[in-house]
Structures are given as structure tokens and as C-alpha cells.
């Protein structure tokens, strides 16, 4: 089975047509997904071929779980497979799938755009946080809070696809299953994120966030038995070290902040490790981009949050808080649009963060990525007025600067399991 060169051009060239497809990202995982786990893409200009990171010359991309097959450059562009390697449905996780830097296109206008990306990440990352902490100033109710946050993702994706703006997922009750245990994931991380949030500072919320790297090297190793080099075992220690003396010296510590920030960290890296291991193979569904990935499992998210929600919180709760903030001076009006702004600024910034980071190269994810936690921290000082301590200060510095090193020792240090090559001329046909 092969795949001529024309073919690839079209889906290609498609995906170029509109930054803001859904096609894009597609091609990108594509492209990552080929050079991780077969090396049968030879990546050199191909001229009908004007997506601006990527130019791939590909004959048939074939994944481990699927190698008797076969996977098609379509198939892959369609359901992203997973490989085993890299997560790439998180863009924000340390376990991400990026593009190796031999193949990123360092053209002025693809640098000119992705810059633009990442500042509209940043402002509606910023946006999300500080509107966030504001819903739960007025109403201290996280459970109903995260719940409602992912609701609104819905109406969004909704329009996208009742106008063919997107292509609509296609599921059965197989995928459905086979996804219901990384919704959970996701919908467990966004709550405990959510209530660390309402009980603490964000700057410190984020710190703890940063120790991502060790509970994913901890479940690799006990749950997997999968073991990464020294370099990247010794990265761990500042992010330790630094975490720790911001939380000794954070002025507005609570334990529920900490277990709440912590617990967060754990999903986020059992999710992003579901994404490479339990699911590798197994059939997701089509046209399951990664955004509309994102979409299915925040719905799926919201749906098993919401009875936790009720019952934890339940209507009692929820009004006693609503009639609370209304006595506070808050109007029916204001909480509404804090809630729903929140809620939109959530599910937005996700999407702009897989165009910006499915076309970047690890040491770009790790800078953006740390670039971002800063920003977050110093801007949510500036409007919350938080207190922040020397060492406390301190402290987070250390413990961002690790998860740097996390990403950077990585990246250089693990070595991605050769495959066989099995790479044929893309222009020849079948």
C-alpha cells in the first residue's frame, strides 16, 4: 500500500489553506506521529506542498499497534494513532508530541504568525486564570464552578460543527468507552486545578502545577516499569526543591490549596500517560482531530463531573453562595458573564494552544511553556495584590527553572525506540 506524492500534497496543501482549521493540527500530528515511531517519512520540499512548518515526502506510515496493516498519511492525518511516545492531546503537557527541529520551516512569516499564536495564548491563558479566581471570589463553589467551565466549550464546538466549519466526530459506544477514562482525567485535573484556585494564590496553584515531570517519571517507572536516564532523573530535583521552599514560605498557604494544586499535577500526568499508552491503537473514532479530541472529552468531562458536582455542592450550597454574592453587591448579570467569560476563555485558549504548539520543536514547547507559568504568576500578582515572600519567590524560580530542565534533558536524553524502515519513493503509486 502506498501513497503518491499528489495525495500528500492535497491533504497538505488543504491543511495549509487556513491556519485556523482543524486540518492543520492534523498534519502536524501527522508528521510527528511518522518521524516517532517509523522514520518512513523522508522530509524534503515538496512543492505543491505550502504548509509552513512541514513538508513532508511520505509513502505509507505504518504504527506499531498497526504495522501489519498499514496506516495511510490520511488515516494517521484522521485519528491520530497513538505510537506509545509523546501525548498529543495536551499541548501543555511535558509529554506533548513537537516536531523535531530538522524539520521547522524558519521562514519570517511562519515565525511572525506562530508569535502571534503564542501571544493570543498568553493573553486568553491570562484572561482564564484571573477570571477564573474572580468567579471564585464571588461564588466559592468550585465543584459548580469547573462544571460549569466545561459546559461552555460546548456551545462553542456546537456552532463549529451545526456549521461545517468543523467536521463532525463520528463515535460509537466502543470509542466512547475506550475515552471515558481520559475525559475523567481531564475533567479530575480541571476540578482540583479549580478548587486549588478558590483555596490559595494562583502563583501558587501554578508551582505545584509544575511538578508535572514527577509524577510522570514516578507512574512510568511503578506503573510501567519504564525507566528514564540519570540527566532527566536529576532535573527532578530543583522542581522538588524549589516547590517545597515555596511552600514553606507561601503567606497564603492552605493544605487544601497544596493537596488540591498536587492532585492536579497527578491526573494531568496520568492523563497525558493514558494518551500514550492505554490508547495507543486502539480505534478513537472519525474525524477525531485534535481539537475535536479536546471537545469530545471536555463534554465526556462535563458530564462525569456534573453529578460529583450536585452532590458534593448540591443545590442548597450553590444557592446559599449565589444569594451571598448577590447580597455581596454582585448583580445576576455580573455572575453570569463571570461564569460564562471563564468558562469560554477556558476552552478557547486550549484550542490556540494546539495551533501554537503542534509546530514547534521541544526546546520551543519548554521555553513557551515556562514563559507562559511566569506570566501567569507575575500578572496574577500584579491584579490580586498577593503578598509573595523572598524565598517564596525563590522558590518558585527554582522549581519553574526544573521543569525547564525537565524538558530540555528529555529531549536530548531519551531516545525514541527504533522501527524498522520501511520507507518506499512517495511519488510512486500503488
Known amino acids: 500500500m502506498r501513497t503518491s506524492s499528489a495525495f500528500v500534497s492535497l491533504v497538505c496543501l488543504a491543511a495549509s489553506a487556513d491556519a485556523f482549521s482543524a486540518l492543520q493540527p492534523r498534519c502536524a500530528y501527522a508528521y510527528a506521529y511518522a518521524y516517532a515511531s517509523t522514520s518512513t517519512c523522508s522530509y524534503t520540499a515538496l512543492s505543491a506542498v505550502k504548509l509552513p512548518t512541514i513538508k513532508p515526502k511520505c509513502s505509507t506510515i505504518t504504527s506499531p499497534s498497526s504495522r501489519a496493516t498499514g496506516t495511510s498519511l490520511q488515516q494517521v492525518a484522521n485519528s491520530v494513532p497513538m505510537d ?3 501525548d498529543p492531546f495536551d499541548p501543555e503537557s511535558d509529554e506533548f508530541c513537537t516536531v523535531p527541529a530538522d524539520a521547522i520551516d524558519g521562514s519570517l512569516k511562519r515565525t511572525l504568525r506562530l508569535t502571534g499564536l503564542f501571544a493570543i495564548w498568553y493573553v486568553l491563558n491570562i484572561g482564564y486564570n484571573i477570571g477564573n479566581k474572580r468567579v471564585l471570589n464571588a461564588l466559592p463553589i468550585p465543584w459548580t464552578a469547573a462544571t460549569v467551565e466545561l459546559f461552555f466549550g460546548f456551545p462553542y464546538v456546537a456552532l463549529l460543527w451545526s456549521t461545517g466549519l468543523r467536521k463532525k466526530p463520528k463515535l460509537s459506544m466502543d470509542n466512547l468507552k475506550t475515552l471515558s477514562s481520559q475525559a475523567f482525567f481531564l475533567a479530575a485535573t480541571h476540578v482540583a486545578g479549580v478548587i486549588s484556585f478558590g483555596a490559595g494564590a494562583i502563583s501558587f496553584t501554578h ?3 509544575a511538578t508535572e515531570p514527577v509524577w510522570s517519571a514516578l507512574i512510568m517507572a511503578v506503573g510501567f516499569k519504564e525507566y528514564l536516564p540519570v540527566p532527566v532523573y536529576l532535573s527532578l530535583i530543583p522542581i522538588l526543591g524549589g516547590v517545597g521552599l515555596a511552600s514553606m514560605k507561601e503567606l497564603s ?5 497544596l493537596t488540591a494544586g498536587l492532585l492536579s499535577a497527578v491526573t494531568s500526568a496520568a492523563k497525558a500517560i493514558l494518551s500514550k499508552k492505554v490508547l495507543d491503537g486502539k480505534p478513537l473514532g472519525e474525524n477525531m482531530t485534535p481539537a475535536n479530541m479536546f471537545a469530545v472529552l471536555t463534554i465526556l468531562g ?4 456534573l453529578p460529583a458536582s450536585l452532590l ?3 443545590p442548597v450550597k450553590v444557592t446559599a453562595a449565589y444569594t451571598a454574592a448577590l447580597a455581596a453587591g454582585y448583580t ?4 453570569f458573564r463571570l461564569l460564562s467569560i471563564s468558562g469560554f476563555l477556558y476552552y478557547l485558549y486550549n484550542e490556540v494552544a494546539f495551533l501554537a504548539l503542534s509546530e514547534v520543536a521541544p526546546v ?3 521555553v513557551t511553556n515556562t514563559v507562559k507559568r511566569v506570566v501567569i504568576i507575575l500578572a496574577s ?3 490580586f495584590r498577593n503578598p509573595v515572600s523572598k524565598l517564596g519567590a525563590i522558590g518558585s524560580g527554582i522549581a519553574i527553572l526544573g521543569a525547564t530542565m525537565y524538558s530540555f534533558a528529555k529531549s536530548k536524553y531519551t531516545v525514541k525506540p527504533a522501527a524498522a524502515d520501511t520507507s518506499t519513493d512517495a511519488s510512486t503509486t500503488a
Open 84 to 86: 506509545g511516545s509523546c
Open 207 to 209: 508551582i505545584l502545577k
Open 253 to 257: 498557604f492552605s493544605w487544601l490549596a
Open 302 to 305: 462535563f458530564i462525569f463531573i
Open 312 to 314: 458534593i455542592e448540591g
Open 332 to 335: 445576576k448579570i455580573q455572575l
Open 364 to 366: 520551543t514547547h519548554a
Open 381 to 383: 500578582v500584579l491584579v
